[in-house]
């Protein structure tokens, strides 16, 4: 029996409950008509929907996780579900063509675009001041930190609609990734028991929300005040919302002063086979597959593969991506572009990220 079998068994007895009478019998007279009129409490109550039924699973786990009961009651009992955000996540996994790869050149075309950069280069202007607050709080590149809020948002400008309860709740009821989907749900709650009003609460059909386009888990544990009023509100403040990306890349591992890459010329007789990493990486191995192994950048120098700007010293480590083979561009990568694949864990993103901000800082 599954869970919400399970739960929906549950409701389905409960709701027989009140139809016998004291001793067991049915209340019936000579003729199968009723010996007396049934009180309204007595009346079968109708069988719960499995949407109904899981709502009492999410109020369940609420309480386990320790949100208020008013939080629970004003909020689970009125949602509807959202069956137009759960067709959207059944059909996110899509499976490239066999031996087809989408060419990175192609992307970046689309995603460091001049309009891009110019939006960039006004917000980093009109907002330097709290950029360099910023970066001496956190360690990190503010030009990187606008290219995320460009990427996730459109500068601000697109930070999604949907009622993130009602997407958390139906994505979670959809079952394809439910434990994911119930723990965001959950800390979803819990932001509205910090005191983030429901209405505040919008985002994208996937759940994330904000000027970072956090998860709400994500909100709970790394949000920031960067205006210093006191507050880290990441749906109102676009100062806020830069600060808590600062905070999560430092958070993942962003080393100051180092730069995320630097285009570099390969050799086309470079042994890569003798390069290629031997590590499964435990987070998106198959990203991570397409790197080389770690070596120092001097090291680099020393096998021909010679960085076209001096942008890493000699003594940093680095890995080798060719995004689109070796007749491509070719890239030294540091551990802070590393730190952006955790923000978003694609080649695409991180490598059009740091593109997109090497262009911003070029003001």
Known sequence: MSALQAWAALAMATAAVGSASPDGQTALGT????????????QPAPIASPWQTYKVRL?????????RESTIQANIPG???????????????????PGVRPSMAAYLSDHVTPRLIARGQERYSSDYSYLQTIRARYGVDPAVLMAIYGHETSYGTVTGSHDLLETLASLAYGGRRRELFEREFIASLKLIDQGVPRWMLKGSWAGATGYPQFLPSVALRLRADGDGDGYADIWRSEVDGLASIASYLRDAGWKPGVAWGVQARVPLGLNRAALQSRITAAKCPQVYRRHSRWLTVGQWRSLGVVPVEQRLGDNEMATLL??????????LLSNNYRTILDYNCSNFYAMSVGLLADAIARR
């Open 31 to 42: 003729y199968g008509q009723p010996a007396y009129p049934q009180p309204a409490y007595a």
């Open 59 to 67: 109020s369940m786990l609420a309480r386990q996780q320790g949100v």
């Open 79 to 97: 949602l509807d579900v959202n069956q137009r955000v759960i067709d959207l996540d059944q059909a996110e996994p899509r499976a490239a063509q």
């Open 322 to 331: 060719e995004p689109d083979g070796p007749t491509g561009s070719g890239y």
